[in-house]
């Protein structure tokens, strides 16, 4: 049997716990030996003068008397079992476990873990450590189960696999490394994960489990890196220079340093026979989308097509208009492709791009599709990048002769999950704002405050400008009493309704609704758009001065710092207005910080420390990998290093050739990272 052998070949696992075992990712031998417990309970026997009560204890002990099972209901019994602990006698009861009844006989003396009742002078028995015929264990291994699946069977299952496995098992992290970072064999890893005997032996195991995690992750973004590197597999992109420098003269504004440092970057990158994979990440009105602009027009020079994914239609239309404008004296080609393009303009369209007519396509996730075929596509450019998964990036790379790519994403990374979130990508970052971007004034007001916030709404209404009002809730909630959309949306009627067009949108609704109200405020139809988060990206807005945002406490920095990007796009002062009562210290310093800064990159690397990974792009948008036991923001040190261990062993053999190596390569090739001589 081998580690990669199917769960399914140990003992006591058939189709339904194979099944089971599957609801928690573990498929294989390896799965089992590598599904390693988060905390350990304490065993250590305790004197009953010490215990607290109500608190979990280990009791040791003689057997005064034979135990008894008693019924007491349907299904339910209890054995009681009378053990002498020094001069006390206390009454353990285990609940609907007759069958322990048989460890127990009087005379003996057994070691026993439950939760004790200092006032009753008695114990709920959790588990039995020892008998006269065993050893008590010191530590117990908790692991993360699930309704499938209990704890008792995964520790039985890793005892089986390890008995099974012992002596054979592979060391996937190379001697050398080992040797040098002080680190376990996986073989001692596993022992001393699952089944420690000091906490100071747990703690040993579970450090190079933190560095191993972080490592076998890192080196697959190396492979990564590596595949995508090699000439053959990238396409040189030879672009006229001149042209491109007459592009950049026609603007009505001079480049700032942070935008001229990128574009060379990413014309370099097109320039050079291998294959383009660069991330372009810049602060909200950064001036990302011009960048973006000037590389699409060098991809045209030299012949090529390209193509801008967006996520909303909204977005794709805006795009198509700027592009068309500034492009409106050069001999390029544009055409928009979105769900709703149909009949004899998709149908031209579709033509024209798999003839090569066109140029430049902007679009939606249609530009994916199979219909959609292209002549010479060599760059392809994704916006608001976290909006797409994987699979459909590579979808849009492989419609062409592997095109470069160029993400682009408006939410600031700390550089703690870049490593970790973009570590196959080169990173361009634009970190300085265009001269004359309007100051956005951020306010925090409390509920009660909330006529400061009218007022101060009705004085750009009156100057004719549009405004957000931003709520974290579609429709009522009993358990969250929070101001949500709907009632929102009749608050502000009430108040504007007379004076001002008042419009309702949210995620509920279809997405010709949502469209087609996009397009009335980015029009001016409307003058108070009502909304859930939907806005947070996708629709441009020049006359919107106001940003209200409801139960702003509810937000992660990153995204109030997103959603204040609304507004502040045209010449007009603008105003971002936060609505919240914090509960905590926390959420007091939150407010605080929005209100003092409007560095993105900063509120980023705050919301990390104050909240966590999960609220840099929302609810599994991220693309954040899972690790088991590594955290990577608790343990940035670790991942940092093994970031430049990974990096290192490939930069000195890249297809990991070395004899030494074969366990990782096998590893890595399982993954099925690995392409090529690495197969």
Same mark, same amino acid.
């Given at each position: ?39 350990? !309970? ?10 607290? !009560?109500?608190?979990?204890?280990? =009791? ?16 339910? %019994?209890?054995?009681?079992?009378? @053990? ?7 009454? @353990? ?29 008695? &114990? ?12 008590? $264990?010191? #530590?117990? *291994? ?27 098992? $592979? ?92 574009? %060379? ?10 294959? &383009? %994979? ?5 602060? @909200? ?42 492009? *409106? ?10 769900? /709703? ?8 369209? +579709? ?51 592997? $095109?470069?790519?160029?993400? #682009?994403?408006? /939410? ?6 870049? =490593? ?19 100051? =956005? ?6 509920? %009660?405050?909330?006529?400061? *916030? ?26 969250? !009493? ?8 009749? !608050?502000?009627?009430? @108040? ?12 509920? #609704? ?7 109200? &996009? ?12 909304? /859930? ?13 106001? #940003? ?42 939150? &407010?605080? /910080? ?13 919301? +990390? ?22 955290? $990577? ?40 990272? +690995? ?5």
């Amino acid at each position: 049997m081998g580690l990669t052998d199917p769960a399914s070949t140990l003992p006591g696992v058939g189709p339904k716990r194979a099944e089971a075992l599957a609801s928690l990712d573990i498929h294989t031998v390896g799965d089992v030996l590598f599904y390693f417990p988060f905390r350990y !309970d304490d065993l250590q026997v305790k004197s009953l003068d010490e215990a607290a !009560d109500q608190e979990k204890i280990t =009791i040791k002990g003689i057997v005064v008397a034979d135990p008894v099972v008693s019924r007491f209901g349907p299904r339910k %019994n209890r054995l009681n079992v009378r @053990v002498q602990v020094d001069r006390a006698v206390v009454m @353990v009861t285990f609940f609907n476990q007759p069958w322990l009844k048989d460890k127990f006989t009087q005379g003996m003396e057994a070691a026993i873990y439950g939760k004790w009742d200092a006032k009753r002078h008695s &114990m709920t028995g959790m588990k039995v450590l020892a008998t006269q015929t065993e050893d008590a $264990p010191s #530590m117990a *291994a908790i692991y993360p189960a699930n309704k499938n699946i209990r704890q008792s069977t995964l520790a039985e299952l890793a005892k089986a696999a390890f008995a099974k496995e012992q002596g054979h098992i $592979p060391d996937i992290i190379p001697q050398v490394i080992r040797e040098k970072l002080r680190l376990h064999s996986d073989e001692q890893l596993i022992q001393g994960m699952h089944w420690p005997k000091t906490p100071a032996e747990a703690k040993a195991a579970r450090r190079t489990a933190i560095f191993r995690e972080f490592f076998l992750f890192e080196c697959q973004i190396q492979s990564l890196r590596e595949d995508s590197q090699l000439a053959a597999n990238g396409l040189a992109i030879p672009f006229d220079n001149q042209q491109v420098r007459g592009l950049i003269k026609t603007l009505p504004f001079a480049l700032t340093t942070a935008q001229k440092r990128v574009v %060379n970057e990413i014309c370099a990158d097109m320039r050079s026979p291998k294959h &383009m %994979n660069r991330l372009l990440q810049g602060d @909200v009105g950064s001036g990302k989308t011009i960048v973006a602009a000037i590389a699409l027009y060098a991809a045209v020079t030299a012949r090529f097509q390209a193509a801008l994914m967006v996520p909303t239609e909204v977005l794709a239309e805006q795009h198509f208009a700027k592009l068309t404008k500034l492009f *409106a004296d050069f001999p390029v080609k544009l055409a928009l492709l979105t769900g /709703t393009t149909k009949g004899k303009q998709r149908k031209a369209t +579709l033509e024209g791009l798999a003839s090569g007519d066109i140029d430049i396509v902007i679009g939606t996730h249609a530009l994916i599709q199979k219909a959609v075929d292209y002549a010479n596509l060599g760059l392809a450019i994704i916006d608001e990048q976290h909006r797409f998964g994987v699979k459909q990036r590579q979808i849009l790379q492989d419609k062409g002769l592997k $095109p470069d790519l160029l993400a #682009m994403t408006a /939410t600031p990374i700390p550089r703690t999950l870049a =490593i970790t979130t973009y570590g196959e990508m080169d990173v361009s970052t634009i970190d300085e704002l265009p001269a004359g971007r309007q100051p =956005i004034t951020t306010t925090w007001v409390r509920h %009660n405050q909330m006529r400061e *916030a009218l007022q101060r709404m009705q004085q750009e209404l009156n100057a004719h400008h549009q405004i957000f009002a931003i709520t974290p809730l579609i429709a009522e909630s009993e358990k969250i !009493d929070l101001q949500n959309a709907e009632q929102l949306y009749a !608050d502000m009627q009430k @108040v504007f309704g007379k004076a001002a067009k008042v419009a309702l949108l949210h995620g509920q #609704m279809k997405a010709d609704e949502k469209d087609a109200i &996009m397009r009335a405020f980015s029009d001016g139809e409307i003058d108070l758009l009502v909304s /859930t988060t939907v806005v947070e990206v996708g629709v441009d807005v020049p006359n919107a001065t106001v #940003m209200l945002i409801m139960d702003a406490d509810r937000f992660g920095l990153a995204q109030l710092h997103q959603l204040r990007g609304r507004v502040g796009r045209g010449k007009s002062a603008a105003y971002c207005i936060l609505v919240a009562d914090p509960k905590n210290d926390m959420g007091v310093e939150r &407010m605080q /910080t929005m209100v003092t800064t409007t560095d993105g990159f900063k509120l980023a690397e705050k919301d +990390l420390e104050l909240r966590g990974s999960g609220d840099i792009f929302g609810d599994k948008q991220s693309g954040l990998p899972e690790f088991r036991v590594a955290d $990577p923001v608790a343990d940035f040190a670790t991942l940092s290093a093994a970031q430049q261990v990974a990096a290192s062993l490939f930069k000195t053999d890249p297809s990991l050739s070395a004899p030494e190596f074969a366990p990782l390569r096998a590893y890595l090739a399982r993954q099925q990272q +690995l392409v090529g001589t690495l197969d």
